[in-house]
């Protein structure tokens, strides 16, 4: 391998120490290339160890014996494919490629290139080199096509799922509302009656006091209809103490208010009792004895019953 075709090497950026090893165990050019490819993943440290070791190998190598008498060894033969090489280390390379292990010496004399040969070699292995990596850039572009297309798919997926749990929060969201309507509107039309009928009682009661004033029998009192009655889950005729409680409910507004009211009313419908009189929203019940404060929006969905204020109790509205 000549000056000129290491010069080559060092142009394509290879290191100076690892082209002279190249340049030193090969042949031609082709042969440098191949070597230092195969050997690309080794050290600069341990490429010079294997040279010295393979140089004191060469040294001690005797192989007089191949070639007649008198006669010098001017190239090696690889007696399995034929081929001929220059020196010790291109037999020593197309072993390691071909695991070819039976070599021989020859007095035949390998011509040199010329520079039209040594030009058309150069072109072939640039030719070479430039297809390999354009192999390479094919399948790097492949490869990152094929990531891409993973992590689109893991991210439709995931916008998927995300999409599915938005919908599933969605639907239980607008049940839950539409519960709190419909419990809403039941509240209210039982409110609704229990106003109606503290209408008509405080109306009873202020005919039955006029007449005692005029000196004359008080009018029957006038039935209840049964509709609100039955909305508000009042006890039967008998008034049984058991199916309703008795309410002192202490205001800041209007003192402290009378109250009847069947066990099983809320006392979120008793909160909107007391502003539908007040004016004033509820907050909160508090009773003394024991202690107790019951929270608007935690403990208003307690019925009366189970708040403990059957059959009566004296609470403060807050």
């Known amino acids: 391998m000549t000056t000129a075709d290491l010069d080559v090497l060092l142009s394509m950026g290879f290191e100076q120490a690892r082209a002279e090893i190249a340049a030193k165990k ?33 040294d001690e190598d005797t192989t007089g014996a191949n070639i007649p008498s008198g006669e010098t060894a001017k190239s090696l033969v690889c007696n399995e494919c034929g081929k001929k090489f220059r020196n010790h280390d291109q037999a020593t390379f197309h072993a390691t490629k071909t695991d070819h292990q039976d070599f021989s010496e020859s007095t035949d004399e390998i011509a040199p290139l010329t520079e039209e040969e040594k030009k058309a070699r150069l072109e072939e292995l640039r030719q070479k080199l430039a297809a390999k990596r354009a192999v390479q850039s094919e399948a790097e572009k ?28 969605r639907i239980k969201e607008a049940e839950r509302k539409k519960q709190e309507k419909i419990a809403d509107a039941e509240a209210k039309k039982r409110i609704k009656a229990k106003i109606e009928a503290d209408k008509a009682e405080r109306k009873r009661k202020e005919e039955e006091a006029k007449a005692l004033r005029e000196g004359r029998a008080p009018q029957a009192p006038v039935v209840a209809p049964a509709a609100p009655l039955s909305a508000l889950g009042g006890s039967s005729a008998s008034g049984s103490s058991a199916a309703t409680a008795r309410l002192r409910i202490q205001t800041k507004q209007k003192g402290n208010l009378m109250k009847t009211y069947p066990s099983e009313t809320t006392l979120f419908e008793v909160a909107h009792a007391v502003e539908e009189e007040t004016g004033v929203p509820v907050q909160s019940f508090q009773i003394n004895f024991p202690r107790k404060t019951f929270e608007a929006g935690v403990d208003f969905g307690l019925t009366l019953k189970e708040a403990g204020f059957v059959p009566s109790a004296a609470i403060i509205a807050n």
């Open 142 to 169: 492949e490869t990152a096509k094929r990531n891409e297309q993973i992590r689109m798919k893991a991210t439709k997926d995931s916008q998927e799922l995300k999409e599915e749990l938005q919908r599933k929060e």
């Open 26 to 58: 090969t042949g031609n050019l082709q042969q440098a290339l191949d070597w230092l490819e195969a050997n690309q993943d080794k050290s600069l440290e341990e490429l010079q160890a294997q040279n010295q070791a393979s140089a004191e190998d060469e």
